[in-house]
């Protein structure tokens, strides 16, 4: 078990891989999907969690069934909400998922159609590989009922990240696309071939010449490792 002081000194990175995973075993679970709690949990530990104990990872999980049950959504079957928890714990989760919604900049696919229960609306899921993470964004409706709504994809997530400005050069992107959009290329900062993630944290909005750049240049690993200094949100994981 995990000690008070343990849980008070939670980074707010921290938290927040918390509260990605934890919306993406939801949208598992409410899209009628199998996961393991168990890998789930040992996958947090191998990366952003890696200071954390698995059961202090579970208790986490249950605090944030907690909050998702204040706030009038469905949690995870399997995370019973924890009692006796600490107001600031709250209080810093339910900034987390507000700041979800802000960090949403596209918007919203599905309909606002007021609902007590969790709607999921996702455009299509070619396979578990693009489960994103962290892109389910609650909302406000008019009826003050929230709910959690829109799943966009990974590459649409870290295109409005970019705000329009290559992640690795840091200049704007050379054109438009045919959508009047600036044009980048997104890149698996650890290429999916050697088993990196199709997550937002592994993936980056690259410029033409930034990309061919991490695949074909003489210092393409250095220029890859500039990355994740550069990209708030990346995260090197040793097995991702
Ligand atoms: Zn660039
Ligand atoms: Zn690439």
Redesign the pocket.
């Known amino acids: 078990m995990d000690t008070a002081k343990e849980r008070s000194g939670w980074s707010d990175d921290e938290l927040e891989a918390s509260v990605d995973a934890y919306l993406k075993m939801l949208r598992l679970e409410q899209s009628g999907q199998t996961f393991k709690k168990k890998l789930e949990n040992q996958l947090l530990r191998e990366g952003p969690l890696i200071k954390r104990s698995a059961s202090s990872v579970e208790y986490r999980m249950q605090n944030i069934s907690t909050v998702m049950e204040q706030l009038g959504f469905k949690r995870i079957t399997g995370y019973v909400s924890a009692k006796n928890l600490g107001t600031g714990v709250i209080k810093r989760i339910k900034e987390i998922l507000a700041r979800k919604d802000t960090d949403a900049l596209h918007k919203n696919i599905g309909q606002a159609t007021p609902s007590l229960s969790l709607q999921l609306v996702d455009a299509h899921q070619p396979h578990m590989r693009d489960a994103p993470l962290g892109i389910l964004s609650p909302k406000r409706t008019s009826s003050t009922v929230m709910r959690l709504s829109r799943a966009i994809s990974v590459k649409k997530w870290v295109l409005a990240r970019s705000q329009g400005i290559c992640e690795g050069c840091g200049q704007p992107a050379p054109f438009l696309n045919e959508k009047n959009e600036p044009f980048f290329?997104v890149?698996?900062v650890k290429?999916l071939v050697d088993g990196g993630a199709d997550s937002t944290w592994n993936t980056v909005a690259l410029c033409p010449n930034c990309?061919r750049r991490?695949?074909n240049s003489i210092d393409k690993h250095d220029f890859t490792k500039s990355l994740y200094s550069k990209v708030k949100g990346l995260i090197e994981k040793p097995n991702n």
């Open positions: 290329e890149h698996h290429h990309h991490c695949h």
